[in-house]
């Protein structure tokens, strides 16, 4: 009590109107702008962290890839759920509140995480994160375009898009020093203070706002839609599982997808027919607003899905340690910091549909690149790859915002940004699936193919074995039996590494085709220089 009476005293002190922080001031919107920012980044730091710490964690708790996936998949998937009603929530109880309360689920989630026991009790704690962060994300982002004119809208939300930057930056590394040096609850642990700091900074600087016109809540659009994310998402995780057998004409999966189709179907046709849907998806009917929309979708599925990707193939395949394979991010946050706020001047000054479509293409060539990955691949091939992802990302963030919301009402912000949130989001969940289960399926092909090409009695399969049991026999003191199973071993071994980095390949390609199909709705997107210049 004693601390709310001084942040209350703090607050008052700082609402004079003469001051910076006062709402009218010029700076003020700045103040506030920062203030977002530090959710922001707290938000898209966890939605990457977790890939660096996934394989310290997998070992930790002794689990697979199938299960592993769900620490990840389930944040983006509470995120998805949160996103679409945080509009309403804020229109209810107000931009201030709603923000707020978001922060602080996602502090006290991160305290969850860190004293997880189980790989159960993180997945759950995951979903308070994960809910938090998808209120934090469309509140704070409605917030700042509610704050700032259109002429500056841009910028505004180019520099917005560098604590997305340094999440992507700084949080891999970190997170890898903190597992190196002590353990993986530690990337959690990071969130509690800088929590704090911003809910402190959340009640002493921030304004109350509420639309005064207040929807109704659409109970049955809500329900189908938490019905079908998760139901879909755990279809696709377990139709390759170790635990199922039988793989996608498993009863239980069949069950899963029809589950999802009727959810799906009740939804759209919910959000159609009433008066005040959960999601208005008539904002969709916007074509810049839906083409964008498509594009997030695209985007989501290759971003979040790449990072999910690299750091297991750093760590299993290269043996990097978990600060090593959080060191290779580094230059795309900064790359990508770096062009945000360029790339928001260029929004405001030419056709955005520009630096959006080249954005696109590079980041799709990026992840092509990585298509060719070895168990010999070096360092600086690697991060080639990561520098023209990092420049292509800070090069269509901003013009895909601007676009995206160029036509969009003031009072529809919150609703818009809620849906465009959401299919990002919604992308990077199935892209993580997808990704996932296709690496399942992949691996296990190439394992397949490989050992057919092994044939005991071939030549060539002799004359390695030989080899190897001699080297084995002379450096390491084995006897010829002994050292005729570890060359056998060895041999196997091998395959598997090359058939999982096959599989790693073969991800990469799918999501280098699902990006580079993001640019075809960048086509149909309109942009009126003159509707510009009359609008500001």
């Given at each position: 009590?004693?601390?709310?009476?001084?942040?209350?005293?703090?607050?008052?002190?700082?609402?004079?109107?003469?001051?910076?922080?006062?709402?009218?001031?010029?700076?003020?919107?700045?103040?506030?702008?920062?203030?977002?920012?530090?959710?922001?980044?707290?938000?898209?730091?966890?939605?990457?962290?977790?890939?660096?710490?996934?394989?310290?964690?997998?070992?930790?708790?002794?689990?697979?890839?199938?299960?592993?996936?769900?620490?990840?998949?389930?944040?983006?998937?509470?995120?998805?759920?949160?996103?679409?009603?945080?509009?309403?929530?804020?229109?209810?109880?107000?931009?201030?509140?709603?923000?707020?309360?978001?922060?602080?689920?996602?502090?006290m989630g991160s305290l969850l995480c860190g004293i997880s026991t189980n790989e159960n009790m993180l997945i759950l704690s995951r979903v308070i994160q994960g809910f938090g962060a998808g209120v934090i994300q469309p509140v704070g982002a409605a917030i700042v375009m509610r704050e700032f004119p259109k002429k500056q809208l841009g910028m505004a939300l180019g520099f917005w898009g560098?604590?997305?930057?340094?999440?992507?930056?700084?949080?891999?590394?970190?997170?890898?020093?903190?597992?190196?040096?002590?353990?993986?609850?530690?990337i959690f642990g990071v969130n509690i203070p800088l929590g704090i700091i911003g809910l402190?900074?959340?009640?002493?600087?921030?304004?109350?706002?509420?639309?005064?016109?207040?929807?109704?809540?659409?109970?049955?659009g809500f329900i189908s839609i938490?019905?079908?994310?998760?139901?879909?998402?755990?279809?696709?995780?377990e139709g390759t599982a170790v635990t199922n057998s039988a793989g996608w004409s498993a009863p239980y999966i069949l069950v899963c997808f029809a589950i999802a189709i009727i959810a799906l179907a009740v939804f759209i046709t919910t959000e159609?027919?009433?008066?005040?849907?959960?999601?208005?998806?008539?904002?969709?009917?916007?074509?810049?607003?839906?083409?964008c929309s498509i594009i997030s979708l695209v985007f989501g599925i290759g971003n979040f899905g790449s990072m999910f990707l690299l750091p297991i193939y750093l760590q299993t395949s290269l043996g990097y340690t978990a600060v090593q394979a959080g060191a290779v991010f580094l230059p795309v946050g900064i790359v990508q910091g770096i062009m945000s706020p360029f790339s928001g001047k260029l929004a405001d000054k030419m056709n955005p549909k520009i630096p959006l479509a080249i954005g696109i293409i590079l980041f799709a060539l990026s992840l092509y690149l990585n298509y060719s990955l070895t168990y010999l691949t070096e360092t600086p091939f690697i991060m080639i790859s990561l520098y023209l992802r990092g420049f292509s990302m800070?090069?269509?963030?901003?013009?895909?915002?601007?676009?995206?919301?160029?036509?969009?009402?003031?009072?529809?912000?919150?609703?818009?940004?809620?849906?465009?949130?959401?299919?990002?989001?919604?992308?990077?969940?199935?892209?993580?699936?997808?990704?996932?289960t296709l690496l399942t399926t992949r691996a296990t092909y190439h394992t397949q193919m490989y050992s057919r090409?092994?044939?005991?009695?071939?030549?060539?399969?002799?004359?390695?074995?030989?080899?190897?049991?001699?080297?084995?026999?002379?450096?390491?003191?084995?006897?010829?039996?002994?050292?005729?199973?570890?060359?056998?071993?060895?041999?196997?071994?091998?395959?598997?590494?090359?058939?999982?980095?096959?599989?790693?390949d073969d991800d990469f390609f799918l999501a280098a085709l699902v990006s580079i199909l993001g640019a075809i709705p960048v086509i149909f997107l309109i942009y009126k220089k003159k509707d510009k210049v009359q609008k500001l």
């Open positions: 009590m004693r601390t709310i009476s001084i942040l209350h005293k703090i607050r008052k002190l700082l609402r004079n109107r003469n001051s910076a922080w006062h709402p009218r001031n010029e700076s003020y919107k700045w103040i506030i702008l920062a203030n977002v920012m530090i959710g922001t980044f707290m938000a898209v730091l966890d939605a990457t962290v977790v890939n660096v710490g996934l394989p310290k964690i997998m070992a930790s708790f002794g689990i697979g890839i199938d299960k592993a996936e769900w620490i990840i998949t389930i944040y983006m998937l509470a995120m998805a759920v949160a996103l679409p009603i945080s509009g309403w929530l804020a229109d209810k109880f107000g931009y201030k509140r709603m923000y707020f309360i978001g922060l602080s689920l996602f502090t560098i604590a997305s930057a340094a999440s992507l930056s700084f949080g891999p590394l970190i997170g890898g020093y903190l597992i190196d040096t002590f353990s993986w609850p530690f402190a900074a959340t009640f002493i600087i921030q304004h109350e706002y509420r639309n005064k016109r207040i929807r109704k809540f659409d109970i049955i938490i019905i079908f994310l998760p139901v879909t998402l755990y279809a696709l995780s159609l027919t009433v008066s005040e849907p959960l999601i208005d998806l008539s904002l969709l009917g916007n074509r810049n607003f839906g083409m800070g090069l269509l963030f901003a013009p895909l915002q601007s676009l995206s919301f160029s036509q969009i009402p003031r009072e529809k912000m919150a609703q818009a940004s809620g849906i465009s949130n959401t299919l990002r989001q919604v992308g990077a969940s199935f892209g993580i699936a997808l990704l996932a090409a092994i044939e005991p009695q071939a030549q060539a399969y002799v004359n390695t074995t030989n080899r190897i049991n001699n080297q084995v026999v002379q450096y390491a003191g084995y006897s010829y039996s002994n050292a005729s199973k570890q060359g056998q071993s060895e041999i196997v071994n091998n395959v598997k590494k090359q058939a999982y980095i096959q599989g790693i």
